[in-house]
Every structure is written in C-alpha cells, then in structure tokens.
C-alpha cells in the first residue's frame, strides 16, 4: 500500500547533480527518462546510449529498413505520448464523435472536428482532450477522445450537430483508477498503426491534443562504470510515490532496455 504523506516532484527531487548531464567524451552510458504524469503515476524507461558515430556504410536496402524501423518506431512514440497524455489529464470519459452520412475525407474531417472544439471550448472553456480519428470498414470516419469530468451530453450533441448536421454523440464514463484510465488508453491507441497510415500524410500526426496537458520528466545520465542501476530507480520512485515500482521489465533478447512503473 503507497502511503499518502506529502512526497516532493520529480523537478524538486535532490540527486547528485553529476546525473543530470551526459558522462564527458564519447563513448556508452545509460539515459534514464523519468515521466510523473500526475500524484498517483510515475514511471521510467532506459536505454544504452552510444555517443560514437556508425562507420557502416548504408546500402539501399539498409536506408529502406531504416524508413520501415523509422516508421515503426514512429507510431511506438505516438502510442506512449498518448498514453501519456491520457494518465496526466486524469481523463475518465470516452467521447465518440459520428456522422450519419458515410465522410471519408479526412481533411474535412478534422476541420468539422476543429470547428466543433472551438465552438465547444466557449461554452466549456476547461474543455480538453485527446483524440484519434477512427476509420470504418466502409469507409467513413468518426472521432473517439478522452476527456475529462462530468460532460454535459445536449450541449456536445448541439454543438457537434451545428457543425456536421446529422450525426451523433456518445459519452461513456471509465470511473475509477488508473487501472480504468488505462482502458481507455487501450482502446484509443489501436487506433495509432497500420491502419492510421491509410488515414493520414507524412506530416499530419497521428492523434490530436488540447493544450495544457502536460507532465513532470527528468533524465538522469548514468555512466557503465556504475554498475546495476535498478537500486537507483527504485530510490526514486519511493520518494516520489512512496513505494518501490509495481511493474518492472527489462529486455530479454539482450538489449539495454527496460521500463518501470508505480501508480495508486
């Protein structure tokens, strides 16, 4: 059980400051990203960095497959930034945004969907979200979002019907724990993959966010010459949660990385 007493941010937290830039020259060393995405979430994820540059020459095929990692690892980034976005809004409500006529232009999509916020957002200006946009086997495209609070279902039905004309709004609420939020994680970012490419341009993105929500990160640089770091992590979290880390993985195929997890 994480006690409640009073424990200090991530950005307030006292370590020895030599942690906190890269080891000097070039070489290896361990970055450890800690992410406190609100009082009740904090988590961490490492890797092995190496400062020397490739000398390997590239042939065609290796610049493919770098466009293919790239891509891959594009949608990954996408999928933890929302995530992310998710736990640190605190959001417990899925919103669905539908049309009644099959749209299958994105572009016109998300302007109906930009023009539905700002309209929204005077009404309700503590309005935010996170959104993916969902496209049907027959085409047409509607809006899922996190949101965050009591949603008032008429004015959102209003509004959106003032944009689109015919279609429908659907509110559904996740209450609880951070366990619940990740549902609604879960469900958002199946949407950010192969089928997105389908959806959106090289330089759109792959999910939409309002301003405003935003978390604590901090890296900690540490040197091979320090040997197992893990002692170090767990160190951190019980300052800030109070408890070891609940969730810890690491690589098994031998690569030096890993993630770790606390929540309450």
Not at 4 to 32: C, F, K, M, Q, W
Request: charged residues 30%; contains cysteine; proline residues 4%.
């Amino acid at each position: 059980m994480i006690n409640t007493e009073v424990r200090p941010s991530l950005s307030r937290l006292v370590l020895r400051t030599h942690l906190d830039e890269p080891p000097p020259g070039n070489g290896s060393y361990y970055a450890v990203k800690v992410h406190q995405l609100d009082t009740t979430y904090v988590e961490a994820g490492w890797c092995k960095l190496d400062t020397r540059p490739s000398t390997k020459p590239k042939n065609k095929r290796d610049i493919q497959d770098v466009s293919d990692e790239n891509i891959k690892r594009s949608v990954r980034r996408a999928k933890v930034i929302l995530r992310r976005k998710v736990l640190s809004s605190k959001a417990d409500h899925l919103l669905t945004l539908t049309y009644r006529k099959n749209e299958t232009d994105i572009d016109k999509a998300w302007k109906d969907f930009n023009k539905f916020v700002r309209i929204y957002k005077k009404l309700k200006p503590e309005f935010k979200y996170i959104v993916v946009a969902e496209k049907q086997k027959r085409g047409a495209i509607h809006f899922h979002a996190a949101v965050k609070g009591f949603q008032d279902v008429r004015a959102l039905r209003k509004t959106w019907l003032s944009v689109v004309c015919e279609g429908n709004i659907d509110v559904q609420h996740r209450k609880g724990s951070t366990i619940k939020r990740e549902h609604i994680v879960n469900y958002l970012t199946k949407y950010i993959g192969k089928k997105m490419n389908e959806l959106v341009e090289n330089h759109q993105k792959r999910f939409r966010t309002s301003q405003g929500i935003t978390w604590e990160q901090r890296t900690f640089y540490l040197p091979l010459t320090l040997g197992k770091f893990s002692p170090l992590i767990t160190v951190i979290f019980k300052k800030l949660t109070g408890d070891s880390p609940l969730a810890w993985w690491e690589s098994e195929e031998g690569k030096p990385i890993g993630w770790a997890a606390s929540w309450r």
